[in-house]
């Protein structure tokens, strides 16, 4: 049954990579004349209420036709970047699968030296380590996860497009829309950078954690508007809290996120998965939930969870597992059994025939 049940997991996890509906997580921002796109996407909330602290872990695997590329990942409060484990995943899918039945079956990101000097021309709106005056702040500059990551707080949208363009993303006018939302809001854009070998076109990320202050747990899933629909797209969101949490599309009027909990249960979190979290208070009474979303386009909001009003758990129904077992056959047999046969109808002939005389 363990057997069974670590094959089930990997089947999931492969159906994620292997895909052809590709998920855009926040926003890719590839170059001009680039394509980007994910080819799978994890993610994982967990939420310390007690400290009002969400840590948002995400993975992805990318298809690009550039030398490199980028993607935004907006948040409410400055956020701190770390490694994480990507077994993270894996430890979750042991506690969200379904149980096994198992009837037997027998069958036989950098800075260039002109960059003062232009910006004293007014050609930048942005200085490395300026102050508040700064239109555009460089909060921090770091290597996580294989990515080069930079941390920006901007008032003005145009100079937060400027800096993302000077520094090799691609800025579409639908991007540049998206950006001014959360420039609106106040809030830090953590842009992300892999720079890949020219012969690789599909790239695994290690996995990134965010973590960042919040009064609540928040998934950007805003997307910008020339995002395409495509069908059979799908987002698998873990969210690990003290109780269970219910999804609300925030940014309007509030109003219930689509995507349905596959799995919401308080559960025993295992070893595998606080080894692969190091840094994070996973909390003591922890109800696992997974979302499941589908739509081919998104809503214009970032997703919120509240406390549900419901405690009833949900779980996967069974999964019918096969385990085949082989009885043996020698494949000899009708060599032997052939022979034996045609000796033995002889003998019976001739006996008949001595009795006949």
Known sequence: MKT???GLAVLVASSWALSPARVDACALAPGEEERAAIDHEGALIVWDRAHRIEHFVRSAVFES???SFGFLVPTPARPTLADADTQVFQALLDIT???IK?????LPQFVGITEPLLHNMGFLQYRV?????????IIEEKTVGGLDATVLLASDTSALANWLGTHGFGLRPALKQWLGVYVAKGWHIVALRYDKPDAVTRVASR?????????EPIYPYREPADTVQRPWR???LFVVAEGRLDGVLSDATPTPWGASPTFAAPAALTNKLTAALPGVDLPANAWVSEFVDSATKRAESDVTFQASDSTVEV???????????FYLVPYELPFVFAPLAWWWWRARRGARSGDAT
Not at 102 to 106: A, C, F, G, M, R
Not at 207 to 215: G, K, L, N, Q, Y
């Open 4 to 6: 069974l049940r670590i």
């Open 65 to 67: 036709t550039g030398h």
């Open 97 to 99: 699968l379904p149980a």
């Open 102 to 106: 198992d009837p037997v079956q027998w």
């Open 129 to 137: 380590g300026g102050g508040h005056q700064d239109v555009v702040t």
């Open 207 to 215: 996995a990134v954690r965010i973590s960042f202050p919040t009064e």
């Open 234 to 236: 799908r987002l698998d």
């Open 315 to 325: 779980r996967k129904p069974p999964a019918v597992g096969r385990p085949v077992k």
